[in-house]
């Protein structure tokens, strides 16, 4: 409980009437001020009905509402201020009679959000109370789900579209005919049977099995080259339409690791091979198995349990042991989430990819920085440097190529989409 600016500006003015004003009327004044201020105290007083709605589970990136409802005020003024904390910004932090904010989380894990304050003015205006509310609450910052999630519908409604805008046909077509039906008008024209359309006299068309049951296995480096920053995309604006791997909302890109891009890949990729009825598993590791999920059917969310509270460590990533722990029972594909820098850095995976290619398909994806493509047509000395670093990138996934892989580069905002679009040509093909 505290005076208010207008109580200390009141008996300023009685200080000052002492000098102009007759002593007894001060003082009659002074003891109506008292009176007044023990009135707006039991008025400050009186109980709030505060409520706080916030989601317990946050993505990381993608705004999400924070409300503050405050019943029982009656003529009094509150104010409601939600501390932030540097891994949850909340815009705007105050408000007056209530809160509308969106929070967004920069750092996957478990955080704390602290309690409200409120400070509840008494009706006059004279006294003020500061208390808090609702308590400090835990927030689970999960990978970017809404993301994986619109990806995984458009392959389901195959409406999904790689980084170089091919529609996809179906999933897992192969050489696994099944019957022959009439022609629907959302049917693939390139599967119409002519010698059935002609002996029946209207259209029929071939239809395919899909071939599910397929093993995914996503190695996610989560050591010390994971934990470089990752620069905004160069069309941040139509990720979305690049394979669906966008969000709408402010724009998180610039506190993004590439641990962060990579942990939202294996997330969509986890999430689409349950749509297609695939086995997906995940081995998280630096100098050691830091997280494991066994390949299995609807696995979506054990590997979002798996990677949420993941973080790089200050250790170079040792990808024989993870190769190692993929096995060799059952061919795969397996897609290796790690930064090729250059030809010295990725020496300890280029020298362990031929043991893991002689046994399953390889995906070896790579966060590309847009600044650093940006940088590169600069004519001085920045852009000498980009240059060459993009060079020694360039022949580093050459070598990956060379040992049988696949490498894939794309900006964070791009890179689930190219990952999964890789996945699908793998299993269209039949090289799982």
């Known amino acids: 409980m505290s005076p208010s600016r207008r109580t200390v500006g ?18 009659v004044a002074a003891v109506g001020l008292v009176a007044a201020v023990v009135v707006d105290a039991v008025d400050a007083r009186r109980p709030l009905s505060v409520a706080r709605e916030v989601p ?16 029982g005020a009656g003529a009094r003024r509150v104010e409601v201020r939600q501390p932030r904390v540097p891994d949850l910004d909340v815009e705007p932090p105050l408000g007056d009679g209530g809160l509308d904010a969106v929070v967004i989380a920069r750092r996957r894990g478990r955080h704390e959000l602290p309690a409200l304050a409120v400070r509840t003015t ?69 599967h119409v049977n002519w010698v059935a359309t002609a002996r029946q ?30 620069g905004p995309d160069l069309d941040s604006g139509s990720g979305a339409g690049s394979g669906g791997a966008g969000r ?26 349950d749509v297609v009825g695939d086995r997906c598993g995940l081995v998280a590791f630096d100098d050691e198995v830091r997280a494991r999920v066994v390949p299995r059917r609807g696995s979506g969310d ?48 280029l020298d362990a990819l031929p043991y893991l290619v002689r046994r399953h398909a390889v995906v070896v994806a ?41 490498a894939v580069e794309a900006p964070a905002d791009r890179l689930a989409a190219a990952v999964v679009a890789a996945y699908l040509d793998a299993k269209a093909a039949a090289r799982l």
């Open 10 to 27: 009141l008996c300023a003015l009685l200080a000052l009437g002492l000098l102009v004003v007759p002593t007894a009327l001060v003082a």
């Open 56 to 71: 317990d589970r946050l993505a990381r990136g993608v705004p999400a509402a924070l409300r503050v409802r405050v019943e």
């Open 122 to 190: 008494g009706g006059l205006g004279l006294v003020r109370r500061d208390r808090s509310h609702d308590g400090a609450r835990v927030i689970e910052v999960l990978p970017d789900l809404p993301a994986a999630r619109r990806l995984a519908g458009q392959v389901r409604a195959r409406r999904f579209r790689d980084p170089g805008l091919r529609r996809r046909g179906p999933i897992g077509l192969g050489t696994n005919f099944d019957h022959i039906r009439e022609y629907q008008p959302d049917d693939d024209i390139r």
């Open 201 to 230: 006299g209207r259209p029929m068309t071939n239809r395919y099995r899909e071939d599910t049951e397929r093993d995914v296995v996503a190695l996610l480096d989560c050591g010390r080259l994971m934990a470089a920053p990752v």
């Open 248 to 273: 709408d909302g402010p724009s998180s890109q610039g506190d993004r690791t590439r641990l962060d891009a990579a942990v939202d890949v294996a997330v969509a990729l986890a999430a689409v091979a």
């Open 302 to 349: 054990a590997v979002v349990r798996a990677v949420h509270a993941l973080e790089p460590r200050p250790v170079d990533g040792d990808p024989d042991l993870a190769f190692r722990a993929v096995g060799t029972t059952k061919r795969a594909l397996v897609v290796v989430l790690t930064d090729l820098v250059d030809e010295a850095a990725a020496g300890a995976l």
């Open 366 to 406: 790579s966060c590309l920085d847009p600044d650093l493509v940006a940088d590169a047509d600069d004519p001085g000395p920045i852009g000498v440097v980009a240059r060459r670093v993009l060079a020694s990138r360039d022949a580093a996934a050459a070598r990956v190529r060379h040992r049988g892989a696949r």
